[in-house]
């Protein structure tokens, strides 16, 4: 079995009102009941705005530390959930299933290397 890293990318900006957000996450709910029951699912976490993020990057002896994202953009990476399934195919068939539930946000599908 391989592990796949399914990022879920959203834009920058404030999070939807409740009228639009609140079926979106209980569809999310089920289809992560459904990956559970299904023994896919290794976990999933949503992550805070990207103005949270602490950057450190070393140069020479010193490390640099930078509050804000890593890179100015219009996205940012808003979550992710880790399956483990058999390929590529069977990771896919399950981003489909996340995109479906989360569009227009992008899911970008990628083996771990653990």
Not at 8 to 28: A, H, K, N, S, T
């Amino acid at each position: 079995m391989n592990q796949y890293i399914l990022s879920i990318y959203q834009p920058d900006g404030p999070v939807p009102e409740p009228e639009i957000l609140d079926p979106i996450m209980r569809d999310l709910e089920a289809l992560n009941a459904e990956m559970q029951a299904a023994g896919v699912w290794v976990f999933a976490a949503g992550m805070h705005p990207p103005e949270t993020a602490t950057v450190l990057k070393a140069q020479g002896d010193d490390v640099l530390v930078t509050d804000g994202p890593f890179t100015e953009g219009k996205e940012h990476l808003g979550g992710f959930t880790v399956i483990e399934v058999e390929d590529l195919d069977a990771a896919l068939g399950w981003a489909r299933r996340l995109a479906a539930v989360l569009k227009p946000l992008s899911i970008e599908v990628r083996p771990s290397q653990s």
